[in-house]
């Protein structure tokens, strides 16, 4: 990136694991099929995040399941609390977001504006993970790289990121704005409002959770990989 000196890198995991806090075991009692599946938490999205820590001036993450709250969208996202929480009180509601929402969004949100302060400016990675078959359908993709194209320094990294990944691993299928688009709710749009294109480019990286579920050698590979063409491309 221009300036690479100057750049701060940020990476975080919103979705790590798949705990429930004891004070809301109750609506969670004949959930653990679903809190062991992709709907529970990102597969092997904390084991690659931790891969990613060495790249980073600053890394969070969080192993509270989403399907307690959803921390890559919205307070008012018709998707923050899941079809588990919705049931909670309203008190319930507005501790479960003072406790476990507003203190890991704040922190990354103080973070970049930290840095931003300093002069900036800041390259955030958020890492993710998504399920080979969704409703039936395959999900055509080995890696997908989410951003805005309207900000050129998303672009751009992406493009370089996905020249180098390539290099490194021929023949990965790796795709732009796949599953999903990069403009769509989550932490990095937010940021994306709060933040110019000069001071914050952000990131989501999506792996193919057959890689960390089939346990295979291309698993640690595909994570040397990912974690050494995002260095060159900084």
Known sequence: MNNAAEVKVLVTCEH?????????????????????SHRGYD????????QFITTAHFS????????????????????????????????EKTDILATHYHPYRQLVEQKVQEWVAGGGPVLHLSVHSFTPE????????????LYDPAREREQLFSARWRQLLE?????????YNYPYKGTADGLVTHLRRRFSPRQYAGLELEVNQRFPEQGLPAW???????????????
């Open 43 to 50: 597969i092997g999205a904390l084991e690659l995040f931790h």
């Open 167 to 175: 290099q490194e691993i021929p023949g990965l299928r790796v795709r």
């Open 220 to 234: 640690p590979e595909l994570q040397q990989a990912l974690v050494k063409s995002f260095s060159r491309a900084l």
């Open 16 to 36: 790590g694991g798949n705990e429930i806090p004891r004070d809301y075991s109750q609506y969670f009692i004949n959930a653990q099929q679903v809190l062991q």
């Open 60 to 91: 969070t993450f969080s192993t509270t399941s989403r399907l307690l709250v959803e921390l890559n969208r919205s307070e008012h996202h018709p998707q923050l609390f899941s079809e588990f929480t919705q049931k909670a009180s309203p008190a």
């Open 134 to 145: 969704l409703m039936g359908k395959e999900r055509k993709a080995d890696i997908g790289l």
